[in-house]
């Protein structure tokens, strides 16, 4: 079965900085999405990229996909006290939309 | 905006217990899900659930649990005889198609079972 994994992370940056996570998985997928949670809430989901897409931009993110290797990236940019969260990818597979997270990665922005 | 809602937000229950989970998906979405994130871990797929049936479910969804869409908006979860390690928050999502879209995500409920 298909599995994101973020490289497990825990970053702590200044505010203005950019933050980047990667994330990898194992089979062919049909889309890779990432999603943000603050402390003990829900998911939010943030951006979806496609298998035959390989950058997309929303606001201050910029999300990459390499099908190649296999893995992706989630660039925020100029980041926020707000941004404080853990973010996690997720894959959905060919033909479903059953959603492979990863192991999230949390991010502290330090104001 | 329309947004998927989860009742109640936490609930703790006696081991043995049987709980409900309690779902309304956004009105239009077609496919729903429940997944589940046991503290500090991964968030993990429980069951998918389209036209009144189950369509996919993973090896944690066994006959302990259950799915139900009674009416035309709730969509629940139920774990028949708790356990401890059923304790995790519970996730309940839908999608507007099956092609590729976004995942709407509840607030989750977060199930203490003691």
């Known amino acids: 079965s298909q599995q994101g994994e973020e490289d497990p992370q825990a970053l702590s940056i200044q505010e203005g900085e950019n933050a980047t996570m990667n994330c990898s998985y194992k089979?062919?997928?049909?889309?890779l999405q990432w999603y943000r949670q603050n402390s003990g809430r829900g998911l939010v989901h943030l951006i979806l990229i496609r298998s035959n897409e390989r950058e997309k931009h929303s606001g201050r993110l910029r999300v990459t996909l390499d099908t190649s290797k296999k893995s992706s990236s989630l660039l925020i940019t100029a980041s926020r006290a707000a941004d404080t969260a853990s973010y996690f990818c997720?894959?959905?597979?060919?033909?479903?939309?059953?959603?492979?997270f990863g192991k999230g990665n949390q991010v502290v922005v330090i104001p | 905006e329309p947004e998927v809602t989860q009742t109640p937000s936490h609930q703790v229950t006696q081991m043995g217990q049987e709980v409900i989970l309690r779902c309304v998906p956004i009105s239009n979405h077609l496919y729903f899900y429940w997944y589940r994130q046991i503290l500090g871990q991964k968030v993990e797929f429980l069951v998918s659930?389209?036209?009144?049936?189950?369509?996919?479910k993973s090896e944690i969804f066994d006959d302990q649990f259950s799915v139900e869409r009674p009416d035309g908006s709730n969509f629940t979860l139920k774990i028949r005889s708790t356990k401890l390690e059923d304790s995790a928050m519970y996730f309940c999502a839908s999608i507007p198609t099956v092609e590729g879209t976004e995942a709407f995500f509840g607030q989750g409920t977060r199930l203490t079972v003691v």
């Open positions: 089979t062919s997928i049909n889309n």
């Open positions: 997720a894959t959905a597979g060919l033909g479903n939309n059953r959603l492979a």
């Open positions: 659930f389209y036209n009144n049936e189950i369509s996919e």
